[in-house]
């Protein structure tokens, strides 16, 4: 036998070991409902009952707060990971030491990031994973379809107050039963005075343990005012009046009386025995749920693609996944999906770091492999715009190249946001009024993904530069009262403010000259 096929077949038996010697790696498979895409690396059984157990949750959400149901066109993409610590290391440890679950809004669209791990405890209440999964979930629920101002104490009160949700074997849901992961901060920390609690924010409190305490204070009252019959209709008072513009100081007396006797009244609802409402209305999951493994390439670039989504503002790490994605496409070269991802971690990287040609040849290997792929299109519209920057050539000619593949991108997904505000978005970079079809796009794209910030501030601007300065009054205060907000909601707010009295005061001034004339 000659070397060479010595060498071949003695490396054909060593691989064989090596696929032998240790169990097959999972494989990422796919869920498909009415109202969710859900990846796991999990058996198709678990994740079937974890995307039943979401349509379930979904459905008890819709009947409580009166949304109507059917197929949503643009739907919150999950990952499940195995184990909490996969979350918390995804995450780079920013969101804090025990991060199991997160929720974010990029660029790419909402997502949420949970595991499959159960309490493994004394098996009170819930599974851990249940509960993080259901409290992201309530803020994407809040987000989208709940179209008004709630306070940071109260999102996040919400959240923790569904998060519980568990089903009978009839599908009868049971809300408000206890969060016993918040029993230590509630018990053991010192509480957090009813009037600090209603005015400040989760990121005020000086560190973890009394952030601990601040979230099971806001569980604590919430669960007191939607339970309490003796504070019936205080919460839906107060909402009503922060939403008519109300001080929320002053607000906060006037619908639940002495703010003292609250506090007073928290701490006694700690030491009682918590009631629970059981729906008599069985939950039904609507629509097929549909599962699938994934192809070879997708299964190998799922874990760099959510490395990516998780990793805004870290051009090293991004180096780091657009390395292994390069790798990639020597593995799975024909897939146009490994080229946008490794084009996208590329252009992820920001301004100061990102080659433009890397990008740039990504792209075109996607577009040549897929000419109708939607968010390579979107990328191509950006880098062509970038393109156009460098050559300083801002002619009509280059606006209308830029808005090419991205009103392609629109054509073939037209529930997708993203091509439908970036073709808004280009008549603003050019510093042209937008016309009617573009704002009409982009009040299309706030319909279908209302929970981006991006797209609602810009949305809250054109609809006060037509002078509706309620609506946008109204947007402004959902981003202010937002416990992560950064102070962007409440300047939108003072902007708006500004744009509504120039135009009191043109009309005071229009209407002087008229009564000369």
């Known amino acids: 036998m000659k070397l060479g096929m010595v060498r071949r077949v003695l490396a054909a038996i060593a691989l064989f070991l090596c696929c032998t010697a240790q169990p097959a790696a999972a494989r990422w498979l796919r869920a498909d409902t009415n109202n969710f895409i859900i990846y796991s690396e999990g058996d198709e059984k678990s994740l079937r009952r974890f995307a039943e157990n979401l349509q379930l949750f979904d459905a008890t959400l819709r009947h409580r707060f009166n949304v109507p149901g059917g197929f949503e066109p643009n739907r919150l993409t999950i990952y499940l990971l195995p184990r909490g ?112 609690l209603l005015s400040e924010r989760p990121t005020a409190m000086k560190d973890s343990a009394q952030q601990d305490a601040y979230y099971g204070r806001a569980w604590l009252l919430t669960h007191m005012l939607y339970s309490d019959p003796a504070r019936a209709g205080q919460l839906l008072a107060y909402m009503q009046a922060i939403n008519r513009g109300d001080d929320p100081a002053k607000a906060a007396p006037a619908a639940f009386g002495d703010l003292a006797k609250l506090d007073k009244d928290l701490n006694a609802y700690l030491n009682r025995r918590l009631n629970y409402t059981l729906l008599h209305k069985a939950m039904v999951v609507e629509g097929e749920i549909s599962i699938s493994p994934l192809s070879a390439a997708e299964d190998a670039f799922m874990p760099l693609r959510l490395a990516r989504l998780s990793s805004s503002g870290e051009p090293e790490r991004l180096a780091t996944i657009a390395a292994d994605l390069q790798e990639l496409t020597t593995v799975h070269p024909g897939d146009p999906g490994v080229w946008y991802e490794l084009a996208a971690a590329e252009w992820d990287k920001g301004d100061e770091h990102r080659s433009v040609p890397a990008t740039r040849a990504a792209v075109d290997k996607a577009l040549t492999l897929k000419s109708d792929h939607v968010r390579a299109n979107v990328l191509l519209g950006r880098l062509l715009a970038s393109e156009m920057d460098k050559k300083g050539d801002y002619s009509e000619a280059s606006w209308r190249a830029v808005r090419k593949p991205i009103a392609l991108a629109n054509r073939t997904n037209p529930d997708d946001p993203l091509p439908l505000f970036e073709f808004f978005q280009s008549y603003v970079d050019q510093g042209k009024q937008p016309p009617t079809i573009a704002l009409q796009g982009l009040a299309q794209a706030f319909s279908l993904e209302p929970e981006n910030v991006t797209i609602r501030m810009n949305h809250a601007f054109a609809l006060a530069n037509t002078g509706d300065f309620d609506a946008a009054t109204n947007l402004a205060k959902t981003i202010a009262f937002d416990p992560h907000d950064r102070g962007s909601g409440q300047n939108l707010l003072d902007q708006i403010e500004a744009m509504r009295k120039r135009g009191e005061d043109r009309s005071t001034t229009d209407a002087d000259v008229a009564t000369q004339d």
């Open 85 to 196: 610590v996969d979350v918390n290391r995804l995450s780079g440890g920013r969101l804090g030491p025990g991060t199991a679950g997160f929720y974010s809004v990029t660029t790419d669209g909402s997502f949420a990031v949970s595991n499959r791990e159960n309490d493994g405890g004394n098996g009170r209440g819930t599974p851990a994973s249940q509960q993080i999964l259901f409290h992201e979930y309530s803020h994407h629920f809040m987000k989208r379809y709940m179209p008004a101002a709630f306070p940071a104490w109260f999102i996040e009160g919400f959240a923790e107050y569904l998060s519980t949700v568990d089903f009978e074997k009839d599908g009868r849901p049971a809300v408000g039963m206890p969060v016993y992961s918040r029993a230590y901060g509630l018990i053991a920390l010192p509480k957090i005075p009813a009037e600090r």
